[in-house]
């Protein structure tokens, strides 16, 4: 079996470099190239055609969740592996809906990335020690919305628009476009309608709609 070869998706340089050492010399693992942006990863992808993406998922302008969702739309046999500092259940939910096909934090023993690694080049979906049991479900106990981003989507899943939104929570059509981008990125939803059915559903999940 040839060495799996993986191009590292970190906007951190230090990061970067530090994954490569951790890597360096494993068996069955060849870091191909790396990328620090999203459009350095879709160049590195079409050119150097990994096999499998290490990606961040707190990434600037383009999170790393957002992006599995784009990658694998150009390249649908792409192996997606998260490597996070974010053990939040919502983190990893959004991830594997993207397609990502594990969810590793990046504190974890070198052996358990490898392990990681190996796993879904194999085809095999992996889950980092103690996220297994909450991949599923959202933490109530720690919202990754605020107040006021949870009180949008309430307006979102009861059918509202920005400007109605505005209106019924004493704030301009400017400040909520804001908001609605905001929990777009935090959540990795890649657009309007997305957002809108995650209102939905999330809000019905807890009794809000």
Do not use: W
Not at 28 to 57: H, K, N, S, T, Y
Not at 99 to 104: E, F, M, P, S
Request: proline share 3%; with cysteine.
């Amino acid at each position: 079996m040839n060495d799996c070869k993986v191009l590292l998706v970190d906007d951190h340089p230090l990061v970067r470099e530090g994954l490569r050492a951790r890597l360096s010399g494993v068996a069955g693992i060849e870091v191909v190239g790396e990328a620090g942006d999203a459009a350095q990863a879709f160049e590195q992808v079409d050119r150097l055609r990994p096999d499998l993406v290490l990606m961040d998922v707190g990434m600037k302008q383009v999170n790393g969740i957002e992006l599995t969702t784009r990658l694998r739309e150009r390249h649908p046999t792409l192996r997606v592996l998260m490597l996070s500092m974010y053990d939040n259940p919502e983190y990893v939910h959004r991830a594997l809906a993207a397609g990502a096909r594990g969810y590793v934090l990046k504190e974890a023993p070198s052996e358990e990335i490898v392990a990681a690694i190996l796993a879904v080049a194999e085809g095999r979906n992996f889950l980092g020690s103690g996220l297994a049991a909450t991949a599923g479900r959202p933490d109530e106990s720690r919202p990754l919305l605020s107040a006021r981003e949870t009180e949008i989507l309430r307006c979102l899943a009861d059918g509202l628009a920005s400007r109605q939104i505005a209106q019924t929570l004493g704030m301009s059509v400017r400040t909520v476009e804001t908001h609605r981008h905001n929990i777009r990125r935090k959540l990795g939803l890649a657009g309007q309608a997305e957002l809108i059915k995650y209102a939905v559903e999330r809000c019905r999940s807890i009794g809000g709609a």
